[in-house]
């Protein structure tokens, strides 16, 4: 059996991209694939939280994984910080990669940009995360199309260690899927949806209520044509909101141009915003459920335990060939 590993950071709210292009395919892999999903929560800090918010994003991100379909007696789901094999792996990592590497990276480029003071995670961050993945040797790490130059990274300094002190780590393949691996803000699209936006409106959060997902379906920008047209080129708008109407329905971007055929706008926005909700109600009600069962813990907690059994034996041997002496 194939092995998955992927991650969400624990840095905000959970959005509609984040389940589009992440948690989707995690519980589809979880069929076919040993899996493991991790909430990034020591990611999460490269950009200051305050402890309480922060609390309250682990929790949340950690229920709309299972709330999701997330299995935990067929995925192993785990909080970063609860196995301290990540935080050793990464220091050895973070030895190993180059300052030239890291400052190539664009999301540390995109996350600074303006900022008067950068903390010095946000720019190692991605040798941790290089460890996160590669303490599980994973076949596959299905990401967003953002998070792909980090999946390169991960193999160059993957590949580095391999050549300095012999073959120890499987190179992982990034899994991108076709369409839907970048959802653009609803207010512009010309930037990535995030959960850590200061504007409400670029976003749809997976808890939103249904009239909330209405009012933002109805606001988000379009251009001033009549045509529901996939041309991600020309009409980079209409072509985003297809792209999460596919993904919410079973209708191709063929059948939602031939459902609206010289309809305009409204009638195609007010049914995206219909099945926007009929995908996310079901799992905001299990949410519910799952947050008043009080079970999240012990999962959290049986995940602690099947990570670190298999990332703890992978950090000791990597100590060894770099000359550590485990006691
Ligand atoms: P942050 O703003 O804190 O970076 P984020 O929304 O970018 O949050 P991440 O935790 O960085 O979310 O990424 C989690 C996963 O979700 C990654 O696989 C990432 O590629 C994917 N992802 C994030 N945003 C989108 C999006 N807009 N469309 C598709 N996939 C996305
Ligand atoms: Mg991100």
């Given at each position: 059996m194939k092995k998955v590993l992927s991650g969400i950071q624990t840095s905000g709210r959970l959005t509609l991209g984040n389940y589009i292009g992440a948690i989707k395919n995690f519980v589809e892999l979880q069929e076919t694939h040993e899996s493991y999903y991790m909430l990034a929560d020591l990611h999460a800090i490269t950009v200051q939280q305050e402890p309480a918010a922060l609390r309250s994003y682990i929790e949340e991100v950690a229920l709309l994984y299972v709330a999701s379909g997330l299995d935990p007696d067929r995925s192993t789901i785990f909080l970063q910080s609860s196995v301290p094999s990540h935080a050793e792996m990464g220091w050895l990592l973070t030895t190993i990669a180059y300052l030239g590497e890291l400052e190539r990276m664009t999301q540390f480029k995109d996350k600074s940009f303006g900022k008067e003071s950068v903390g010095a995670g946000l720019f190692t961050y991605p040798a941790l995360q290089a460890a996160d993945i590669l303490l599980?040797?994973?076949?596959l790490v299905p990401i967003g199309e953002d998070q792909k130059q980090h999946v390169e990274l991960t193999r160059d300094i993957g590949h580095r260690f391999n050549t300095r002190y012999g073959e120890l780590f499987t190179l992982p393949e990034p899994l991108i899927q076709k369409t839907g691996a970048r959802i653009m803000s609803l207010d512009d699209a010309s930037k990535k949806m995030s959960?850590?936006?200061?504007?409400?409106?670029s976003y749809i959060l997976m808890l939103d209520p249904p009239e909330v997902i209405r009012k933002k379906v109805s606001r988000a920008v379009t251009d001033s044509g009549r045509e529901v047209k996939y041309d991600p080129a020309t009409k980079p708008e209409i072509s985003n909101l297809m792209t999460i109407y596919t993904h919410c329905s079973n209708l191709t971007f063929a059948e939602i141009e031939a459902k609206y055929e010289g309809q305009g706008y409204g009638n195609f926005k007010k049914d995206l915003a219909e099945v926007i909700v009929a995908t996310l109600l079901p799992i905001q009600q299990r949410y519910e459920e799952l947050r008043s069962s009080g079970s999240i813990y012990d999962i959290l907690r049986k995940g602690a335990k099947e990570a670190e059994a298999v990332a703890r034996p992978v950090l000791l041997e990597a100590k060894k060939r770099m000359g550590f002496i485990n006691l």
């Amino acid at each position: 059996m194939k092995k998955v590993l992927s991650g969400i950071q624990t840095s905000g709210r959970l959005t509609l991209g984040n389940y589009i292009g992440a948690i989707k395919n995690f519980v589809e892999l979880q069929e076919t694939h040993e899996s493991y999903y991790m909430l990034a929560d020591l990611h999460a800090i490269t950009v200051q939280q305050e402890p309480a918010a922060l609390r309250s994003y682990i929790e949340e991100v950690a229920l709309l994984y299972v709330a999701s379909g997330l299995d935990p007696d067929r995925s192993t789901i785990f909080l970063q910080s609860s196995v301290p094999s990540h935080a050793e792996m990464g220091w050895l990592l973070t030895t190993i990669a180059y300052l030239g590497e890291l400052e190539r990276m664009t999301q540390f480029k995109d996350k600074s940009f303006g900022k008067e003071s950068v903390g010095a995670g946000l720019f190692t961050y991605p040798a941790l995360q290089a460890a996160d993945i590669l303490l599980y040797n994973p076949d596959l790490v299905p990401i967003g199309e953002d998070q792909k130059q980090h999946v390169e990274l991960t193999r160059d300094i993957g590949h580095r260690f391999n050549t300095r002190y012999g073959e120890l780590f499987t190179l992982p393949e990034p899994l991108i899927q076709k369409t839907g691996a970048r959802i653009m803000s609803l207010d512009d699209a010309s930037k990535k949806m995030s959960k850590s936006s200061p504007t409400p409106a670029s976003y749809i959060l997976m808890l939103d209520p249904p009239e909330v997902i209405r009012k933002k379906v109805s606001r988000a920008v379009t251009d001033s044509g009549r045509e529901v047209k996939y041309d991600p080129a020309t009409k980079p708008e209409i072509s985003n909101l297809m792209t999460i109407y596919t993904h919410c329905s079973n209708l191709t971007f063929a059948e939602i141009e031939a459902k609206y055929e010289g309809q305009g706008y409204g009638n195609f926005k007010k049914d995206l915003a219909e099945v926007i909700v009929a995908t996310l109600l079901p799992i905001q009600q299990r949410y519910e459920e799952l947050r008043s069962s009080g079970s999240i813990y012990d999962i959290l907690r049986k995940g602690a335990k099947e990570a670190e059994a298999v990332a703890r034996p992978v950090l000791l041997e990597a100590k060894k060939r770099m000359g550590f002496i485990n006691l």
